[in-house]
């Protein structure tokens, strides 16, 4: 070996070193900003390890889940509202039309409100009863925003609409699956992340609810979508709802850019 090639094989170990070296450190830096993340998130719990107190909340929030909707059942119910389900399918209609009369449980007035039949039983079936919770708490709390939605007051709107009461129950639908809580622990950092919201504040998923129906509206709008393209709009708000649950300054749901969607 002369010492010319000597000079070009140490350079090449030097690089080669150099290169596992950066590598490593990279990897390292990677492994430490994880854990520092988890870390700041979480206090002390490396994992997704829940308090007593979360984990009673999370229980409390599955058995709202759980009770599907069942019309043969009228004696159901409704924990959270106090109500049984027929009244509490009069007050969605008083939310929706102050003042108009409904004429049975079961009728062609409910097309109005963008059910699929005269029957919203039927459509009730995916997000279950704690999509009617949601609707009547969205109603109640911010009856301006609700009356824009159901109306579609606002923005230049598609010549398809979405039917407001089918749209949302998939946003219960969607948000029970985003937030994975079907699960006997959160899987994800959202679903840890919004945990600790809803133990602070049991409304915490009627309010996102709320938050979530308004931004799809804006996503929608922002979109010229029309019916065909519901789905790509979901997956758009599920989306922007991660990204600002997952920033760092959010301590309440009202901390949500989106929140300011939101009119009483
Ligand atoms: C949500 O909407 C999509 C598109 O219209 C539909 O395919 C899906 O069945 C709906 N899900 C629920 C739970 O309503
Ligand atoms: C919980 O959140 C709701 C909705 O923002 C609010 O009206 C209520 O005052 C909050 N309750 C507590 C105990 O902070």
């Not at 010492?3 to 350079?11: A, G, K, N, V």
């Not at 579609?152 to 407001?164: L, T, V």
């Not at 129950?169 to 699960?183: G, S």
Request: glycine share 6%; net charge negative; hydrophobic share 45%.
């Amino acid at each position: 070996m002369n010492i010319e090639d000597l000079c070009i094989f140490s350079s090449i170990i030097f690089f080669v070193i150099a290169a596992v070296v950066a590598g490593s450190a990279a990897w390292l830096g990677r492994g430490l900003s994880c854990v520092c993340a988890q870390r700041r998130d979480f206090e002390d719990q490396p994992s997704f390890e829940l308090t007593p107190a979360q984990e009673e909340c999370l229980h409390r929030l599955q058995n709202r889940i759980d009770i599907g909707y069942d019309s043969s059942i009228p004696e159901h119910q409704v924990q959270s509202l106090k109500l049984f389900i027929p009244e509490a399918l009069k007050a969605l209609w008083h939310a929706a039309f102050p003042g108009e009369q409904l004429y049975g449980l079961i009728s062609e007035q409910w097309k109005e409100m963008g059910w699929q039949g005269k029957d919203p039983s039927t459509d009730f079936r995916g997000g279950g009863f704690i999509s009617l919770e949601n609707l009547l708490y969205f109603g109640r709390n911010f009856p301006k925003s609700f009356q824009d939605l159901l109306q579609k007051k606002e923005g230049d709107r598609a010549m398809w609409e979405y039917p407001f009461a089918v749209a949302g129950v998939n946003i219960t639908f969607m948000l029970i699956q985003m937030l994975d809580f079907e699960a006997v622990k959160p899987r994800t950092l959202v679903g840890a992340t919004f945990l600790k919201l809803l133990t602070e504040n049991e409304s915490a998923f009627d309010l996102l609810y709320c938050i979530t129906f308004k931004l799809m509206d804006h996503i929608w709008l922002d979109m010229h979508a029309s019916y065909m393209d519901f789905n790509t709009v979901m997956k758009a708000t599920r989306h922007q709802l991660e990204r600002e649950l997952l920033q760092e300054d959010i301590v309440r749901l009202e901390d949500l850019p989106s929140y300011s969607l939101l009119s009483r």
